[in-house]
């Protein structure tokens, strides 16, 4: 199979005649309406201290050489001669996570079935109305999903994502008999540049719980069956 098929219905690639904006907090997240974006959100406890502060110390390194202040983190985006370096910054420490993350660190609560079930049904709870989204896997620490927000002048990505973390989490808390945070707050995201992306993007979700060694009981996958039906599938299928 190749990505060589017709887009599904409403994708939207970054589009040079749009502007992008944005906000920074420990990492930049680009926006632009209409776009669609690969999305990453993990458990609180999926990385172990040593590597939060690997990655504080990467950003402070980068930070440092860029010259970003601390109120332009809160203020704005920085500015458009910084904006490449950061996109860098960005990747490489999304990269460290992923291979991080499929190490199988912290509690891995979702391997268990059921709280799994309660991730799957609250992001496709919001499908069609909040958001369209295109497919996910949920591992046992984190989660991956392609999503495309149809409203986001008034429901931006985090919002819709901040939402549905805040749905789970006070569930599976309950499940689970406990107490506290259960989903890191920030979550990243990336803008799917085009069709090409997007097929390496489903078939990076479609891999991932192989590469990670799962067996089929310890995740869930999905691609939205409209996609299904244009070729848009797993390639191990």
């Given at each position: 199979m190749t990505w060589n098929l017709p887009p599904p219905p409403g994708f939207q690639g970054l589009r040079e005649d749009l502007p992008v904006t944005g906000y920074y907090r420990h990492l930049?997240?680009?926006?632009?309406?209409?776009?669609?974006?690969?999305?990453?959100?993990?458990?609180?406890?999926?990385?172990?201290?040593?590597?939060?502060?690997?990655?504080?110390?990467?950003?402070?390194?980068?930070?440092?050489?860029?010259?970003?202040?601390?109120c332009e983190k809160v203020a704005r985006l920085p500015s458009a001669h910084r904006s490449e370096a950061l996109e860098i910054l960005s990747r490489r420490i999304i990269q460290k996570v992923e291979n991080w993350l499929d190490q199988g660190m912290g509690s891995c609560v979702l391997r268990r079935e059921a709280l799994r079930t309660e991730v799957t049904d609250a992001l496709r709870f919001l499908d069609g109305s909040r958001y369209?989204?295109?497919?996910?896997?949920?591992?046992?620490?984190?989660?991956?999903?392609?999503?495309?927000?149809?409203?986001?002048?008034?429901?931006?990505?985090?919002?819709?994502?901040?939402?549905?973390?805040?749905?789970?989490?006070?569930?599976?808390?309950?499940?689970?008999?406990?107490?506290?945070?259960?989903?890191?707050?920030?979550?990243?995201?990336?803008?799917?540049?085009?069709?090409?992306?997007?097929?390496?993007?489903i078939q990076y979700i479609g891999r991932n719980p192989r590469l990670a060694g799962l067996t089929a009981e310890e995740y869930s996958r999905w691609v939205q069956p409209r996609w299904r039906d244009l070729g848009w599938r797993f390639e191990d299928e």
């Open positions: 930049p997240h680009w926006r632009q309406k209409g776009a669609t974006y690969f999305v990453t959100f993990r458990q609180a406890d999926s990385l172990p201290q040593s590597k939060l502060r690997e990655l504080a110390d990467l950003r402070r390194r980068w930070e440092g050489e860029l010259g970003i202040a601390d369209e989204l295109g497919a996910y896997v949920v591992m046992p620490n984190h989660v991956h999903a392609i999503v495309r927000p149809l409203e986001p002048d008034c429901d931006a990505l985090e919002t819709s994502l901040q939402s549905r973390k805040r749905h789970t989490a006070r569930r599976i808390n309950r499940l689970l008999a406990q107490i506290g945070t259960f989903w890191q707050e920030e979550s990243f995201d990336r803008i799917v540049r085009d069709e090409e992306h997007l097929w390496r993007c």
